[in-house]
């Protein structure tokens, strides 16, 4: 059973740093993409930033480009999201997701939609408030 566990959400001001982490665990993720998407209230839930497992090619949204890195560590098999320079409306919940969308290169546009990938976390909050 594939089981994807965020954590690192929590209070901060803008301008702040956090560090989401997604542990995987159940199979191997050698042929799979790993993605990180938020959802704010009365919002869908939107594409922040893709990683292929084997070949760590990474992608990201316009919004949070420059600002957000997404990482991988194979031994662990941990994915990151390290955040930077938080503004208001970062304000969100925060997935992370895991499909078969591909090992090496990140398939566009099938990585920018959430109905492409099979497994999901439970979410962690990231509020940024003054």
């Known amino acids: 059973q594939v089981l994807l566990v965020e954590s690192g959400g929590g209070l901060v001001q803008p301008g702040d740093s956090l560090k989401l982490s997604c542990v995987a665990s159940?199979?191997?993720?050698?042929?799979?993409?790993m993605a990180w998407f938020r959802q704010a209230p009365g919002k869908e839930r939107e594409f922040l930033a893709a990683?292929?497992?084997?070949?760590?090619?990474?992608d990201y949204d316009d919004s949070v480009k420059g600002r957000f890195t997404v990482l991988r560590d194979k031994t662990w098999n941990v994915m990151y999201l390290r955040m930077n320079s938080l503004k208001f409306e970062d304000t969100a919940v925060y997935y992370c997701?895991?499909?078969?969308?591909?090992?090496?290169?990140?398939?566009?546009?099938?990585?920018?939609?959430?109905?492409?990938?099979?497994?999901w976390g439970q979410g962690t909050q990231v509020t940024v408030s003054s």
């Open positions: 990683i292929t497992w084997r070949g760590g090619d990474t």
């Open positions: 159940g199979r191997t993720f050698d042929s799979y993409t």
């Open positions: 997701a895991a499909g078969e969308i591909g090992a090496f290169t990140l398939v566009r546009p099938d990585i920018y939609r959430p109905d492409k990938y099979d497994f």
